[in-house]
């Protein structure tokens, strides 16, 4: 009856694992990573310039990542596909057309979100966070200054 069990558990598992999903990820640095979870990950860069991830905020400088999903299937069939196919399409490897197009649509929505909290931040007077109790802490010149090039960055990533 164990034996049973086991098998039929390997089976769901390799059936449920057909139908994951891919999603890329941007580290502290600025490299690509393609996952087959959106489960959290954090990342940071210590003093030495070493790169980070953890599932867990386990730094002070540990951010969220933010998950873009490209498309159903294994990660083995996109790793560092992230140009246009040698043959004209958009289409990665294992995507559907369907799976393009909703891939395309995520991409157009994060890089129009992005642009609008870049414009955002650059005319703002003066830029804040909220504190736990709904107050305002104004940013220091230097945070603000942090924010904005993290946010560049976040722009330039999903306005490729």
């Known amino acids: 009856m164990k034996a049973f069990l086991l098998m039929w558990l390997l089976t769901l598992g390799i059936v449920c694992d057909a139908d994951a999903s891919v999603w890329k990820w941007v580290d502290a640095k600025g490299y690509t990573h393609f996952v087959d979870s959106d489960r959290p990950i954090y990342t940071w860069v210590d003093k030495f310039d070493k ?3 953890s599932d867990k905020p386990d ?3 540990a951010i969220s990542v933010q998950f873009v999903w490209v498309s159903s299937g294994a990660v083995d069939d996109v790793d560092g596909e992230d140009e246009p196919r040698k043959d004209g399409s958009n289409t990665l490897p294992g995507e559907s057309d369907e ?7 995520a991409e157009e929505y994060y890089c129009k979100r992005a642009t609008e909290i870049y414009a955002a931040y650059i005319n703002a007077p003066q830029l804040y966070r909220t504190n736990d109790d709904g107050e305002r802490e104004f940013l220091s010149d230097e945070e603000a200054a942090v924010l904005v090039v993290e946010t560049k960055g976040k722009l330039d990533t999903y306005c490729k």
């Open 51 to 53: 790169v980070y991830y």
């Open 59 to 61: 730094h002070e400088d």
């Open 99 to 105: 799976d393009r197009v909703a891939r395309e649509a």
